[in-house]
């Protein structure tokens, strides 16, 4: 779309859809390249995720709410790993620290990069699409506290609008007959509605696993039902139990993969997001089917528009880092700093990797996620875009914080750690 041959004197222009952790390293790199930067953000403060919101359906101006934030919640990860690759979160005595915490963190990276002041708050995109000479992006966003559309157009687009925001829900047969509270993860603010209840947490992820021991405080009793291959090793609180997956729901409860069934006055899923692009018109060159965001070059830039690219999809990752790293990886091309390959050569490095992720068993709705291939996917992206990689003493303590909480849930993030050089940390308790 944009010429590479733009004069040098015309600055490029970026939108970036989204202020949080993906949105502000966006629009960092894309500062520091000499590009001009607008960053729209639906809520009324940076953070995305991590700001708590008491609503759990609609924000005061009808539209959904996207936080997943509930009370108490502190990272499930260590601050050590959840900074940028050059920006740390600063010291402190934790390394599990609470959501609060990281938002100080996110505004002290925004405004040291100059990033606050380019921010629309409260500004709701509602549609992306080619302009005409399809050399361009034509952007028209709600400036929801004075009820107006406002249209802008872009050189370059950067949608960073994570995905913990819209609900995946399984589909089993007998849910329209339970007579229960059906509910997801991402509606749950605070344990005090359990009180006496009886309840059943779907889903043995991170999330699920936090539920599950939080609900239990107040709960008569818990249930999380899982299809690890292992049984998490932690030992929950007396009033949990573990039980396989949910093959059906009655009118009154559940039955489950091994025959036996369980009643319950409130069902949890904690079963995961769908990536949403509601803004994109349908002449964006992108589809998602079953969670499978496409078609992507090194799972970010849009092959058919080169000038689009998207932020934090990939799953079990070191985030933030990986964020920097994608962000990095996209403004080298953007800037004109390197030159993109062209679109066939984009396709068939897309297809040749999505063909060995199929090969060993992945499927559609895997499509983004890395786990074990994490740290091949750093390195390509550094290695391709000729850019910093991650440092080794990063991956080293991610893989070995990735599965503690499966371990050790209660006591987990008491865990410190302390980043000695680029290769080297410690635990110091």
């Known amino acids: 779309m944009v010429n590479e041959t733009t004069t040098a004197t015309k600055k490029r222009s970026y939108c970036v859809i989204g202020a949080g952790t993906a949105g502000l390293c966006a629009a960092r790199h894309a500062l520091q390249s000499g590009g001009e930067v607008t960053v729209f953000e639906m809520a009324n403060q940076l953070g995305g995720t991590w700001v708590f919101n008491e609503q759990v359906d609609k924000n005061e101006y009808g539209i959904d709410v996207h936080s997943s934030m509930y009370k108490g919640l502190k990272t499930n990860l260590p ?8 920006f740390p979160i600063p010291e402190q005595d934790s390394s599990y620290i609470p959501a609060e915490d990281m938002l100080k963190f996110f505004q002290l990276f925004a405004d040291s990069y100059g990033i606050t002041e380019n921010i629309k708050f409260s500004h709701y995109v509602i549609r992306i699409k080619p302009t005409k000479d399809e050399k361009r992006w034509e952007v028209i966003a709600r400036d929801c506290p004075n009820d107006k559309m406002v249209t802008y ?12 925001h819209t609900p995946s829900f399984p589909k089993y047969p007998g849910a329209d007959l339970y007579q229960g509270k059906q509910m997801h993860s ?17 889903g043995a992820g991170p999330s699920g696993m936090d539920l599950a021991y939080e609900i239990s405080k107040k709960a008569e009793r818990v249930t999380l039902s899982h299809h690890l291959k292992d049984s998490p090793k932690t030992v929950f609180p007396e009033n949990v139990t573990l039980k396989p997956d949910v093959v059906r729901l009655t009118e009154t409860g559940v039955v489950y993969a091994d025959g036996t069934s369980q009643d319950f006055s409130v069902i949890c899923y904690s079963t995961g997001y769908k990536y949403t692009f509601p803004f994109l018109s349908s002449d964006c060159g992108i589809i998602v089917e079953d969670n499978y965001v496409q078609k992507l070059y090194k799972h970010c830039i849009n092959i058919r528009y080169p000038t689009m690219a998207f932020i934090g999809l990939p799953y079990y990752v070191c985030a933030a880092q990986m964020m920097d790293l ?7 091309f953007f800037s004109g700093a390197k030159q993109l390959p062209g679109q066939e050569e984009m396709e068939q490095d897309t297809n040749s990797e999505m063909e060995e992720r199929w090969s060993r068993g992945l499927r559609k709705r895997q499509a983004h996620m890395m786990g074990p291939q994490e740290d091949q996917y750093y390195d390509d992206l550094a290695r391709t875009a000729e850019v910093d990689p991650i440092k080794p003493v990063i991956k080293k303590l991610h893989k070995l914080c990735a599965f503690r909480f499966s371990e050790d849930l209660v006591n987990f993030r008491n865990d410190k750690f302390r980043i000695v050089d680029d290769e080297t940390y410690v635990k110091v308790n």
């Open 79 to 86: 601050k050590e790993i959840m900074g940028y690759p050059d």
């Open 153 to 164: 157009y872009f050189d370059y687009v950067l949608v960073c609008n994570g995905h913990y």
């Open 186 to 202: 991402h509606q749950f603010r605070t344990n005090e509605p359990f009180v006496g209840e009886t309840v059943l947490v779907i």
């Open 326 to 332: 994608q962000a990095r990886f996209c403004i080298k």
